[in-house]
């Protein structure tokens, strides 16, 4: 399998494409990596490729394996602004964990 080398710099200018964080994953699994990758960085839900989203991205993760072939465990972090548009995709998508972060309940601080 051959990995082109992907710099900090390429990752934070323009969303990585699907097939190429597949890979990453993959490599990652199979060089003895944790089977458990956290989707956290900006706003995850925003993610999309075409007409692909985030859910078609935890289904393309959740079809890898580890080292024992069990299926890797993916999780992913969001505000959750958008988690009802995605609930039900989701859950078909068999996402292992969600987590939500919000910096306040302050709706006036939120919307900053």
């Known amino acids: ?12 200018q323009s ?3 699907l097939q190429k964080a597949i890979e990453l994953s993959r490599a ?5 990596g944790n089977a458990s990758i956290d989707i956290a960085a ?3 839900l925003l993610w999309n490729e075409g007409n692909l989203r985030i859910p078609d991205f935890v289904a393309s993760l959740k ?16 505000n959750g602004l958008l988690l009802g548009k995605y609930a039900v995709d ?12 919000w910096n306040s309940c302050d709706k006036d601080v939120f919307a900053s």
Request: net charge positive; aromatic share 10%; glycine share 6%.
């Open 90 to 101: 989701f859950k078909k998508s068999a996402v292992n964990k969600i987590r939500v972060s």
């Open 28 to 32: 990652w699994i199979k060089l003895g």
């Open 63 to 78: 079809e890898l394996e580890d080292y024992f072939g069990m299926p890797i465990q993916v999780g992913l972090t969001t």
């Open 15 to 17: 969303n990585m494409p």
């Open 1 to 12: 399998m051959t990995f082109q080398h992907i710099s900090v710099k390429q990752v934070c």
């Open 42 to 44: 900006l706003e995850p």
